[in-house]
């Protein structure tokens, strides 16, 4: 039974201390909690369930961690605090005994092109630490190898024993390819980019004055193409037409100044004007070179073909870097050991090493022996220390970040853990809990928001947050123990949890209809740790690729079989205007009749607060033109483009459309606070002097949600903007303000509006990957998700989805499992049939816990 606050504030004032056992919440109004008061345990682990939107993450992480964080940097100076991140007060009444706070939350950033798995583990430093106090380096003068000695960590200088000479042996930062030891050719990359001709111009059925070359009209003034031809280039003829000289100068021109007579395309005047040519390739080779950020490379990028450095051979290091050995091996070598090789192989140096080295050495080794034993724990021994960051899936992100928290060994910390279960194959989870085991025995408390049954099940105390999403949850509806909870009438969790409800939602096709649609055949080549694949993928089902982490799934399909599909089908890539290449490794594709490869993540929508559910949707432009037809707006003259909240006359002043502003207070963090002006309606007050469908103005109706406006414009004409609003509420979303900012979603609920345009289409020539669409999704949004799949199904798509959540998996028509284990030991077909057929091999990991839900 837990202690009244009081009864432990007046033992204490009576000289006996009462070390408090638990946090208390008390009127909890973060984002859709509503006046939320409850107590959590301290020293055990606390699950927090709840559908999509029910106020999970606005209890654990805008609450509890905003707090536990925000007090423990209070105590630092205010010097300290003005050099560090922090989040403003979360709106609450009080929170009693919450401790310092670290949070894992859900999607760790993408890291930057230095990063790798042996930087982002810190284990790289070890490494470069060990050879640089315990490897033979080699002489600068002679190049031959001096045997290992203390003179690097004694900071002398080093003696060569065949010429004499006399040098500095490297220290840790000069083995770092992001600082003194990268590799000058390449930065410390491991790629060179070097600009692709055939990406200048991908289309010679037009003229250069029509834009044929592609950098003049986005890197380079477009005037350019008038100094291109007082070179002697024909400019308004096909550029197929133009003959080997014209095109040499298009390409590689000489960099000379040319007077032109430049006529801008607004206004009659005229200006004479001596301009430099800048030839097309120097035009994207100037500009990369003035990159400063990866906006700016995305623009360069789409000219450019990326190749592995041909000095340094990929590995990053420059040749100084790679000439220091140890037990033979130079850095480079050591980093690309998985980190299991790499567990195996760094016990054996100390004892490789000179007696009076030993010491050290053992010293160094036993630093890096915790932090492998967590990677491997968490499943993670396939990866190579040289594997770029930028590769690794969401999941496999989350453990690294998982583990470099945990092995410091903390005791008394609140760690707030955001779906951590998140991109886990189910073999992995035993190895998470044993984690969060750990954690608790050092005595921290964990909480946790999850929807994995497995992860919830194992937690000591659990509070439900529902009962349903947006305005319609926010509320406590169960907590206790796990059993407590499963009794509770309230629940909608507890049937999940005990097994008595399952998701199955849609009758799957059969063994021997399941290619009737047709088929698509795929055949590679080895590449990475996947051996050489052939996979046949039946049209018209729902398909799901499954496999352990590091088993082949995202080589497969997303460096396989989609940039495939879109080359065969002459399909332009998302960002650029050049159509896809075929990828070397892919031998053959087969797929008739596909025009159309969609890959549907779980990437934010939109950049800024300006983008919001109705602008992403089309709603806001189909409310602008009905709001501009009504009697107010006639008589005021106001068109559509006014109630634009982005350019409009009738934005507000105050905030320029954005609902809110910002407040610098120096040394605390900066304030958002709604805009005083509009309340956050991003309109000014003429706005809501125009009233339409049962007088109601544009900035209140953005206030609704979807399900309420649906019911508000129940009767007025605005028969697209009701067709768009109800697909929303179809794909489950209704519960969504039409003005709430698109970055500010959850994955998954980024996922389900990037359909919203498919949904009425005919997708018979459309295939959509999904990538581990239920991320943060509760097993009844899973139900609401495979009808969303079944739709685009009914239109005649092809969905497959790259999955280890099972109740996806067993809704599936056809399985296809790689593996059988990560890395080297994974990379091939080990079943593919339907989900009882996979489960059946007993080859197949996946398959085992298949068989447990069948």
């Known amino acids: 039974m837990v ?7 007046d033992a204490e004032m009576q000289g006996h201390r009462v070390s408090p056992d638990h946090i208390e919440v008390r009127g909890a109004r973060v984002h859709n909690l509503k006046n939320v008061d409850v107590d959590i345990p301290l020293g ?21 961690y905003a707090e536990g964080s925000r007090r423990y940097l209070d105590a630092l100076s205010t010097y300290t605090r003005r050099r560090i991140a922090q989040t403003g007060r979360a709106t609450v009444d009080e929170v009693l005994h919450v401790p310092a706070a670290l949070a894992l939350r859900q999607r760790p950033g993408i890291p930057g092109v230095h990063s790798t798995f042996g930087t982002s583990t810190e284990l790289l430093n070890y490494l470069r630490l060990l050879f640089s106090r315990l490897g033979s380096h080699a002489c600068p003068q002679c190049g031959a190898h001096v045997p290992p000695s203390m003179d690097v960590a004694l900071g002398m200088e080093t003696v060569c024993p065949s010429c004499g000479a006399r040098f500095m042996g490297p220290g840790a930062e000069d083995l770092a390819f992001n600082s003194g030891g990268a590799c000058p050719t390449c930065g410390g990359t491991g790629i060179v980019r070097t600009v692709d001709e055939a990406l200048l111009v991908p289309d010679e059925s037009i003229s250069i004055d029509d834009g044929a070359v592609l950098p003049w009209g986005s890197l380079m003034w477009d005037l350019m193409k008038r100094v291109c031809g007082a070179m002697g280039v024909r400019t308004n003829v096909p550029f197929c037409e ?17 007077h032109i007579l430049y006529h801008p395309k607004k206004g009659d005047d005229f200006a004479e004007l001596d301009f430099t040519y800048f030839n097309a390739v120097y035009t994207v080779e100037n500009a990369l070179s003035k990159v400063k950020d990866e906006k700016g490379l995305a623009r360069v990028s789409r000219f450019l073909r990326e190749g592995v450095c041909p000095d340094c051979h990929g590995t990053r290091l420059s040749a100084a870097a790679r000439g220091t050995l140890l037990d033979g091996m130079n850095l480079a070598e050591a980093t690309r050991m998985t980190l299991d090789e790499l567990a195996a192989w760094v016990p054996t140096v100390p004892s490789l090493m000179p007696e009076a080295m030993q010491p050290m050495a053992a010293s160094i080794v036993a630093e890096m022996r915790e932090p492998i034993e967590r990677l491997q724990q968490l499943g993670l021994g396939y990866l190579s220390l040289d594997r770029a ?21 903390t005791c008394g910390v609140l760690y707030v853990l955001d779906e951590p279960s998140i991109g886990l194959h189910p073999s992995n989870v035993e190895g998470l809990l044993g984690v969060v085991d750990d954690l608790l025995d050092d005595g921290n408390s964990v909480v946790l928001v999850d929807h994995d049954v497995r992860v919830l099940r194992h937690a000591d105390h659990l509070i439900e947050i529902g009962p349903g999403s947006g305005a319609a949850g926010g509320r406590v509806i169960a907590q206790g123990s796990v059993a407590e909870v499963e009794a509770n009438p309230a629940t909608r969790i507890g049937p999940f949890l005990t097994g008595s409800r399952r998701v199955r939602t849609r009758e799957r096709a ?14 590679t080549d080895a590449i990475h740790t996947v051996k050489p694949l052939e996979v046949r993928i039946p049209r018209g089902r729902l398909v799901a690729v499954t496999g352990v982490s590091g088993s082949g799934k995202t080589t497969l399909v997303l460096e396989s079989l989609i940039p495939a599909l879109r080359a065969q089908a002459g399909q332009s890539t998302p960002g650029g205007m050049a159509h896809n290449a075929m990828p070397a490794h892919v031998k053959s594709v087969d797929a008739a009749g596909i025009k159309r490869a ?23 432009d189909d409310l602008r033109r009905a709001y501009a037809k009504t009697p107010e707006a006639r008589e005021r003259g106001l068109k559509a483009g006014a109630f634009s909240y982005n350019t409009g006359s009738l934005r507000c002043p105050t905030c320029d459309g954005t609902g ?51 019911e508000t414009l129940g009767e007025t004409q605005l028969r697209t903007a009701k067709a768009k609003l109800g697909i929303l509420h179809d794909l489950g979303l209704g519960y969504l303000t039409l003005g709430e900012a698109t970055p500010a979603l959850s994955g998954g609920e980024a996922q389900r509006l990037k359909l919203a345009s498919e949904l009425t289409r005919n997708q018979e020539d459309a295939l959509f990957v999904f990538d581990e669409p239920t991320i943060g999704l509760h097993p009844l ?55 009882e057929a996979v489960a059946a091999c007993p080859e197949s990991i996946t398959g085992r816990y298949i068989a447990e839900e069948l």
């Open 242 to 258: 133009l003959t080997p000289e014209e095109r040499d100068i298009v390409f590689h021109g000489p960099a000379v100044k040319k």
């Open 389 to 409: 960051s930028s590769t690794l899936s969401t999941g496999e992100r989350q453990r690294v970040q998982l583990a470099r928290a945990v092995r410091n060994r």
């Open 781 to 835: 949004d899973v139900e609401v998700l495979l009808g969303v799949l079944q739709r685009l199904i009914d239109n005649g798509a092809t969905v497959v989805v790259i999955e280890h959540d099972l109740d996806m998996i067993v809704n599936a028509d056809y399985v296809i499992d790689l593996g059988p284990g990560g890395g080297e030991d994974g990379g091939r077909v080990v079943a593919a049939g339907t989900p």
């Open 598 to 620: 969609n890959l549907i993540d779980a990437t934010p929508i939109g950049a800024n607060v300006r983008s919001t559910v109705a602008t992403y949707s089309g709603v806001l």
């Open 44 to 64: 055990c682990l606390v699950g927090i369930a709840g559908v999509s939107g029910s106020g999970k993450s606005s209890l654990a992480l805008g609450t509890l």
């Open 660 to 710: 809110q502003i910002s407040l610098d207070v120096q040394f605390l963090p900066d304030v958002d606070i709604p805009c005083p002006d509009c309340g956050g309606s991003r309109y000014g007050r003429d706005a809501s002097d125009v009233r339409l469908a049962g007088d109601i103005s544009l900035p209140e109706l953005l206030s609704y949600t979807v399900d309420q406006a649906l």
């Open 3 to 9: 202690e009244e606050p009081g009864r432990a504030r």
């Open 510 to 523: 059969s063994a021997g209809n399941m290619f009737a649609c047709g088929e698509i055949r795929l055949a």
